[in-house]
């Protein structure tokens, strides 16, 4: 069974705090996302990889960095912690390949920075 | 800059009736087009995907594409309250497999 885990699903941090949310996927996809959410914004894209040590920049990576030193595992780490970053942040793989492709979700990691 | 937009909603509908739920997008070189349903609290999870003009149907959902007019759409029939949720429409561009999402439509569906 497709499998996509996070290492917390609530995280409480202070402003200015280094933050890391970790994601496995046991699926040996190629492909893996970070993304976040919010009322109203839906989903954005904050960092994507598509093989091991390779990454790009989604539509709002300000503020954020990410690691993929394994296939299975992407992080995404912010390295000053805001209050403006608290949101519902998930994570994401997919195959590679065009054409249909699922991508599989994690069950999100709701961060609170205060 | 390439756009999917929806409905916020909520779209209210009773128990039994046809949920019928909208997207259009922006970029022509549209390929892939699907929708996920995301309960409250909950991750998205993929109930439909569609690349093809026209119809496909699944149990109760319907995916309808018509790419002349930029729009895909999502019928659900015999609503059920146990699909209220968030609805997201996705769609990838040829060349591209990173998707752009709507907003969202949220439905209620109430006995």
């Known amino acids: 069974d497709v499998k996509v885990t996070q290492s917390s699903r609530y995280l409480v941090k202070r402003t200015g705090e280094k933050v890391f949310l970790e994601c496995v996927q046991d699926m040996d996809h190629e492909n893996m996302f970070w993304y976040r959410q919010d009322p109203g914004l839906g989903l954005r894209l904050i960092y994507f990889?598509?093989?091991?040590?390779?990454?790009e920049k989604g539509d709002i990576p300000e503020g954020y960095s990410v690691s993929r030193e394994k296939k299975e595992r992407f992080s995404l780490i912010l390295e000053s912690a805001s209050t403006n970053q608290t949101s519902m942040y998930l994570c994401?793989?997919?195959?590679?390949?065009?054409?249909?492709?699922?991508?599989?979700f994690g069950p999100g990691t709701r961060l609170t920075v205060t | 800059q390439k756009e999917v937009e929806q409905n916020s909603g909520p779209l209210s509908v009773p128990e039994g009736a046809i949920a019928s739920l909208n997207c259009t997008y922006s970029?022509?070189?549209?390929?892939?087009f699907f929708w996920y349903r995301q309960y409250s609290g909950k991750s998205p999870e993929l109930i439909m995907f569609?690349?093809?003009?026209g119809d496909k149907e699944d149990g109760r959902f319907t995916a309808q594409l018509n790419k002349a007019s930029q729009y895909v759409s999502l019928l659900i029939r015999d609503s059920q309250p146990s699909d209220s949720a968030t609805y997201l429409c996705?769609?990838?561009?040829?060349?591209?497999?990173?998707?752009?999402f709507g907003r969202g439509t949220s439905l209620i569906v109430h006995p």
């Open positions: 990889s598509y093989d091991v040590k390779m990454k």
């Open positions: 996705a769609v990838t561009s040829g060349g591209s497999y990173i998707p752009t």
């Open positions: 970029d022509r070189g549209s390929q892939s």
């Open positions: 994401a793989s997919r195959e590679t390949g065009q054409g249909f492709k699922e991508q599989y």
């Open positions: 569609i690349y093809s003009n």
